[in-house]
């Protein structure tokens, strides 16, 4: 079985996400004050800050090889 990437599962809960916000806005609910779509928001928060986090160190670990590279 394949693993996800951060990417593909930050999609998926994106999608879970608007599929929330639809479903309370139909209902006629404020997307601040439904429980189910703010703690789906927060889980993409952390994810974004996941993401963010190994782009980091992505950057670090291409600039500590170049440095490398060079001496």
Do not use: W
Request: proline share 1%; hydrophobic share 30%; aromatic share 2%.
């Amino acid at each position: 079985m394949k693993q996800e990437t951060l990417n593909e599962k930050l999609e998926k809960e994106k999608g879970k996400l608007n599929r929330l916000a639809d479903e309370a806005l139909k209902n006629g609910i404020p997307l601040t004050q439904d429980k189910a779509f703010m703690t789906q928001n927060r889980k993409i928060d952390e994810l974004v800050a996941r993401i963010q986090i190994e782009q980091e160190k992505h950057k670090k670990n291409i600039k500590k090889t170049n440095m490398n590279d060079k001496s």
